[in-house]
Structures are given as C-alpha cells and as structure tokens.
C-alpha cells in the first residue's frame, strides 16, 4: 500500500476505529478464519503477550467490552472483574461451563453462543458411529483393506438397526435431532433428561440406570455438570448388558472410562461408539486394540459447512452488541 | 397313544419320503450364517444335490416325479437345462433379492412360480447405505484410523468433514430398498430426487429421465436398482463427470452397474470426491488403488446380512414353500415389471 493509502487507511482508523476485542486463546475460527474476523474487529490477543493474564489485561484491556471465547477457554471471576467496562463474552461453544455465569448475571454481562448450531452435526455422527458400531462398518473397511476378504472370506455379520430400543441421554437440542433420525430406521426412542418434555412422546425414564435396562443401545448426548459426571457408571454398564452398545457425543467424563474400559474388554457391553474422551486426545490403549468399538477425534466443529456458518454467527453476535442491537444467540441468563 | 395302524408306523425317514421335495443345487449362505433348522418344516422335505454322489443330472431324473420346487441362492442357478429334468416344479425360491441367475423366461414359459426375498433385507441395505454416505462425508473411518495410529495425539485435529443437512441426493432405481434409503436421508434434511425405469406416481421427490442428469443435479448418488442388461456400467465416465469433484457415490446394488475401473480413475485424479462402496465387480477381489485413499469406504458385502433379517428370511421362504404346497398365495411372489 502507498503512503496515501496508509495514511487514508489510518485517518479512517482513527474516525471509525474498529471495535476491540479481547481474546484470551485463539478459539478454531480465528485459527481458520482469522482474515475475515480482523475485518471486522481489532483483537487483543492476550495468549501472544509475554505479560502474566492479569496484568495485560490491567494494561491493555480494561476498556475492552467484549470476549471472543472458545469452549475450553475458562473465562473466570477474576478475568470479568478485571473488565470494568465488559459488556459480552461470545464463545464458540455450545457448553458454557467454562464461563462463570454467575458473575455474569451479577455484572450485567451478557453472553452468547452457537445455540443449537452443532446439534444437526453432532447427531449426524451420533448415528454414523451407531451404525457403524452395529454394522462394523469401520471394522468391515479394515477387513477388506487388510486383504482379508480375498483370503478369509465372508466377514462377520452385524446387527440389525430396526425395532433396536436405543435410549437418549439427555433430550435437549442435540438428543432431540437423534431421536428425529433414528425414527426412521425403525429404532424405539426412550429416554432420560433433567426433566420431561411434554411435547415428546418417547417414554421416559428418571434415572439412567432405569434406562439403561430397558434398552439395547445409550447414546449419550447431555452435558458435562456435576450432575452428569461420571453417571454412565459400572452399574449403568452392566444394566445395558452384554448386547448392549454406548454412543457418546457429549463429554469424556459423563462416563467412567476405566469402567467402560473393562466392561468392553470382559464382553459386559457389545461395543461403543465415541466421539469424546476423559483425557483428549489421548485414548486407552485398550480401545485401540478392540474391533468393536469406533474411535472419532472429537473436533470442535465437525464441518466445513459449519464452520462457515459459525464464524457469520460470531461477525454477527459482536455487530450487534456494537450496534446496540439484540444478540443472535444469546444464552438466557435469568433463571 | 391311539390304536395303531400302518400309517403312524411309518418311520420318520418313510414319513419324509412322503413330502414334496425342495431340491438344492447349493446350501444358500443362510444355511451357515444362522442355520439350516429354520428353513426346515414338517410340509416338505429337502434333497440336496450336493449331498449326494451322483451327478446332478442323473439325481435330478431320479428324483424328479418328487420334486416340487427349486430352493435357490446365489451362485446356484436355475436355467432351461435343469428346469428340462424337473417337469414337476412348480415353484423356484431364492434366498436373494435379486433374480440374475434365474432364467426367468423359461419359468415362465413352463409355468413357473417365483419367490424372491421380498423386503427382508430392504432395512438393513438401506442402513448400510446411510451408514456408508455418514461415513464418507464424515470420514469416520479414516478418523478412526487416524486415531489407531496414534496421529490424534501426535498431529492434532483430523480434517473437517462435510454436511449432510442440505446435500441433494440422488438415488438411482426407487424401488423398496431406495424408498426406504430415502426415507432415512429426509431426517437427515437432505434433498431426495431420484432415477428409475418409470416415474412412480404417489412419490413427491423430483423425478430425472436419465442418471446422468440426476447425477449433474445432486451432490450424492447413491445405487439402489437392481443389476440388468440396462443397468450395467450405468455409471460410467460421463456420470462420474456429472457428478462433480464434490460429489460421492454409494453402490449398495451389484459392482457391475458401475464402470468400476473408470471410477477408481476418477478417483484416483479427484474427479469425484470419495465412494462407499459394498459391492464390486469382481469380489472378493476389490481394486487395490481403493486401500491408500481415505476417501472410499469399503464394505465386504455385506449389506444384507444380519442375524435378525436372515431369521426373516427363514421364515420367508418356508412360507412361501407352505404356502405353494397348500395352493395359497405366495408371500412374496415376484411379478415381472412391464
């Protein structure tokens, strides 16, 4: 750029300053689409200082009114009372336990998120490792790679799909866009959630446990909370029996993966499909070593597509805010 | 027990010399996959010819006066040849959905019933259709072994995949296997049109007269018809080309409806995108250019087979057998299509 530019870039700069924002690790859309999000916005990027978190953000960010945070970005007390003039966090992330919403509330600080942006992609692969755990998909593609169905013959057979009762763990966003897809394979939908929904009507279970000896199949779809913690426990396991199968797309931690370990090791539980980890991304030797089970290296975000629309959900929460309009996607925090 | 007379002291082997017989060229798979119990009954009796040491011709004539019907599967045809020596039969049943090694003409001609697997396997081929296109789009097996190799921890994050919400679907020959993959895909909300001999009339997805237009109005093709003289090699190069660098073929049909070589060369230049594939031309044989791409998902042929649907599939064919036998309609009768 000539100096003319410069300079009428930086005059333009100084008029119409673009609005700042903080952002304590770079989230996967700024990895991805940085470009298009500086357009927009001047980012303090607290990870690229040498200085400790709280004295840049005494130094630099104490105007700063917004975060962009990501889903395993803790944004603590301390950091928002360290932000007089914080207005917004926005994460990435569909989970908000790394945010302490509490403060929030009392600060007057609003928070949004992807909403029920990821649902559709995360049932997607929901079902495709239930199929593929059923029909031994990944397995079968091993088989033949593996020259085997040349020299062995006939593979094993999987499992049928139809009239299979499959129990959803926790029917929010994400349980509900499973239950949709599976219906048409024929599969009993049950399951078990904070609370009934009244306007499904899947029956309904109050313990996991309840659930688990009524189905074949658990696909874990809630969030990580005290609550859910370890909840899929060795009774839990047992309880689904020896045919049974468990899908996770929610957190690792919901389920004891020791336990989950030694039940698929001793045959207590047919096989699993998992997308996430207790210790990301590092994965028990011994599934490694089991042709029952599918692995998939939990992404942040799933597709292309996604991503796209994820980064225009993000340009767009923050316009708002710095155009005094409503969020997009806020998360309610009167509760 | 009852008073006694000639009858009931028949032995269970003069009781079964009684029976209609069901001949057999070859035990069908099902035979070792579950069982052969459960294709037995107490209406027929079955004669194998692979049991015995004579020649088939030579047991065929000995036996044909006896012989009713034809239990067939795949790789055991029944052609003019042997219909010739079996002037009885009035009933072929075969274990498979599909009819290639049936001479059907000349059951015709002579009068002869067909019995086909009906709708038995149409779930589990559907499923494993949706399992294959999740897959591919997805790359659940390729993370899979991305993870096995221990690359998650070493190399980061596996590569994006792609949405299934929103892709056009395209899917060739819309009989009961492909209405029922369409159904699964709706749920998805992905946009289902598709190809067939005839346009059916109470099915609300767009209609293409030809594949190759399907294929340039989609962003999936997924193979559901049936393998036939018109079919063959269907899916050759200008399909492929019409489907586009984005595009992904699933073949849950017959390796044949598709120029298997032309595909792997598509591939192999990016041409189209990835394939799943349970079929191939020459099985178990599958081209080796497919085991390096982490784009083609393959499947041993084995879409049709579980436990559950064979169990079906048991009670299919004794049904029809029975059925035959007593002069009823057939459970699953196949009827040329005009």
């Avoid at chain 1, 996770?248 to 989950?260: K, L, S, T, Y």
């Avoid at chain 1, 499909?273 to 011994?286: A, I, K, R, T, Y």
């Avoid at chain 1, 942040?300 to 959900?313: D, G, I, N, Q, Y």
Wanted: aromatic share 6%; hydrophobic share 40%.
């Amino acid at each position: 750029m000539d100096c003319n530019g410069y300079r009428q870039e930086n005059h333009e700069q100084n008029l119409f300053p673009k609005p700042k924002v903080l952002v304590l690790e770079p989230p996967p859309v700024f990895i991805y689409h940085e470009d298009k999000l500086s357009q927009k916005f001047h980012f303090l990027k607290a990870w690229d200082s040498p200085l400790p978190l709280d004295q840049f953000l005494t130094t630099h960010a104490h105007s700063v009114q917004a975060i962009l945070s990501h889903g395993s970005c803790p944004v603590t007390t301390n950091t928002i009372r360290l932000l007089p003039s914080l207005g917004l966090i926005v994460t990435t992330s569909a989970g908000l336990d790394q945010i302490d919403l509490q403060e929030c509330r009392r600060r007057g600080v609003s928070v949004a998120y992807a909403g029920s942006l990821f649902s559709a992609d995360v049932a997607d692969i929901a079902v495709g490792l239930l199929i593929d755990a059923l029909r031994n998909i990944s397995a079968g593609n091993r088989y033949v790679t593996q020259g085997l169905w040349a020299n062995n013959g006939d593979f094993s057979l999987g499992s049928k799909l139809g009239g299979r009762k499959v129990g959803i763990v926790g029917l929010g966003s994400i349980g509900l866009e499973v239950g949709k897809r599976l219906e048409p394979f024929g599969c009993n939908i049950l399951y078990c959630s904070r609370n009934k929904k009244s306007s499904v009507s899947y029956p309904y279970y109050s313990t996991v446990c309840e659930l688990a000896t009524n189905c074949e199949v658990l696909i874990i779809c809630c969030e990580l909370n005290d609550q859910t913690r370890h909840v899929i426990n060795k009774e839990v396991l047992l309880a689904l029996g020896k045919k049974g199968l468990i899908i996770n797309v929610g957190r690792g931690a919901i389920i004891d993966e020791q336990e989950m370990v030694r039940c698929l090791m001793q045959g207590e539980i047919a096989g699993a499909g998992l997308d996430v980890f207790e210790n990301e991304p590092h994965v028990p030797s011994e599934l490694i070593s089991l042709d029952n089970v599918v692995l998939s290296p939990h992404r942040a975000v799933h597709t292309e597509e996604t991503l796209m629309a994820l980064v225009e959900l993000v340009i767009g929460n923050l316009e708002a805010f710095f155009s005094n309009k409503p969020l997009l996607s806020p998360v309610l925090l009167d509760e | 027990m009852g008073v006694s007379n000639t009858d009931s002291d028949k032995t269970q082997e003069e009781e079964q010399q009684d029976l209609p017989k069901v001949v057999l060229f070859r035990p069908p798979a099902a035979f070792s996959l579950i069982d052969e119990e459960s294709f037995t009954s107490n209406k027929f009796h079955f004669l194998k010819t692979y049991d015995s040491q004579l020649p088939v011709d030579q047991f065929l004539s000995t036996h044909s006066h006896s012989i009713k019907a034809i239990l067939s599967s795949a790789g055991a045809p029944v052609n003019a040849d042997i219909l010739q020596l079996l002037p009885e039969v009035g009933l072929v049943v075969t274990t498979s959905a599909g009819l290639n090694h049936i001479d059907i003409p000349e059951c015709r001609r002579r009068g002869i019933k067909i019995a086909n697997a009906g709708h038995v396997y149409s779930d589990d081929v559907a499923d494993l259709a949706v399992g294959l296109l999740i897959d591919v789009l997805r790359k659940v097996s390729a993370s899979d072994r991305y993870v096995r190799q221990g690359l998650w921890a070493d190399k980061g994050n596996y590569p994006l995949g792609s949405k299934l919400r929103g892709k056009r679907t395209g899917i060739v020959g819309l009989g009961n296997i492909g209405y029922e993959v369409a159904k699964r895909l709706e749920a998805f909300g992905c946009f289902v049109s598709y190809n067939s001999r005839k346009k059916k009339p109470y099915v609300s997805y767009p209609f293409y007269h030809n594949v190759c237009e399907l294929a340039a109005n989609c962003d999936v093709l997924i193979i559901c018809c049936g393998l036939s003289d018109e079919t063959r090699h269907m899916i050759n190069k200008q399909v492929l080309s019409a489907l586009g660098k984005e595009g992904v073929i699933v073949n849950i049909g017959r390796g044949n409806i598709i120029d298997e070589k032309e595909m792997v060369s598509c591939l192999m230049r990016g041409e189209i995108a990835g394939a799943g594939l349970d079929v191939f031309e020459n099985e178990p044989d599958v081209p080796k250019e497919f085991f390096a791409m982490d784009n083609v998902v393959l499947s041993p042929h084995r879409a049709v087979f579980t436990p559950e649907s064979l169990k079906d599939l048991s009670q299919l064919v004794v049904g029809n057998l029975e059925a035959f036998l007593s002069n009823k309609p057939l459970l699953s009768e196949y009827v040329d299509k005009k």
